[in-house]
């Protein structure tokens, strides 16, 4: 449970980014993901939340830390340097979404845990 509450507590928190940092989509999204999202690990998740969590972190890392233009920082801040807004806006819908399904399952465990008292 605490592993999953540390994925919860990054996934909020990324999502607080997203909702709150004043720049454009790509540089909310890069901030929110280097910060916090990339500290949320498959194995802290539910196993049908699993396959949510990859693809967005195989979105964000596509393009690896090689470009063009030489070494990133990071295959996100190389990935988010290349893509479009529209995709960066998917992108953050999709870390929303699985937000509030983390919130969604922690909600049903907090409500299992009063019903049994």
């Not at 909702?19 to 454009?24: G, Q």
């Not at 890069?30 to 990859?54: E, G, M, R, T």
């Not at 063009?68 to 870390?95: C, D, V």
């Amino acid at each position: 449970m605490s592993d999953f509450n540390y994925a919860a507590g990054k996934v909020f928190m990324a999502t607080k980014e997203l909702a709150t940092n004043p720049h454009d989509v790509k540089t909310r999204l890069i901030q929110a993901y280097n910060k916090y999202f990339a500290f949320v690990f498959s194995d802290a998740l539910p196993d049908d939340l699993k396959p949510y969590l990859k693809s967005i972190h195989n979105k964000m890392t596509a393009k690896g830390c090689e470009g063009p233009e030489g070494k990133w920082p990071s295959a996100a801040n190389h990935t988010l340097h290349r893509m479009h807004k529209k995709t960066a806006a998917k992108i953050a819908e999709e870390i929303f979404n699985l937000h509030h399904e983390i919130e969604r399952r922690r909600q049903q465990l907090v409500n299992l845990g009063s019903d049994s008292k």
